[in-house]
């Protein structure tokens, strides 16, 4: 989104694209006054944002590039005029939305971040001791903790201990 208009404030971009998103896909902040909370700002400073002239072009840029990307998007599946920083706007709207728990956020973040996310969870949770006994497990394990470590872990719950 190659602009004439730099915002003058990082989150103008941020709040312009959340003000954009229908209100049913904003997930749990839906309003200006929860929005502005969660960013530590007051709904006057929003008030203010919006009385700046330099606000209002920036909005109106980004509402046009967006109207644009959504018709591209729909008719070949492909973002046509995006540069790098506005990739890092989306990923980071994106991103927020995911941590909301809306489904279409979440749905969409998985499908473009979730593979090797998901890969790394399922290799973390696959295991070789599958149907292994229990006590056996636990035999192994408290042979590869050594002596000295298992003792010390048994005086200290209140056993008592000897050779």
Known sequence: MKTGVT??????????????????????????????RTKNLTDRTLRRWKDNPKFVVRREEIANVTKVTRVVDVIDGTIASADEGDYQVVKATLLEGAKTGNPKFLELYFKTYGKPFVEEETAARTTTLAG???????????????????????RKAGWTVER
């Open 7 to 36: 915002p003058q404030n990082p989150l103008w971009d941020e709040y312009i694209l959340w003000s954009l998103t229908p209100e049913v896909e904003r997930g749990s902040v839906v309003t200006d006054v929860e929005w502005a």
């Open 132 to 154: 292994e006994d229990l006590s056996v497990l636990v035999s192994e394990t408290l042979v590869l903790l050594g002596e000295t470590v298992v003792v010390e872990a048994l």
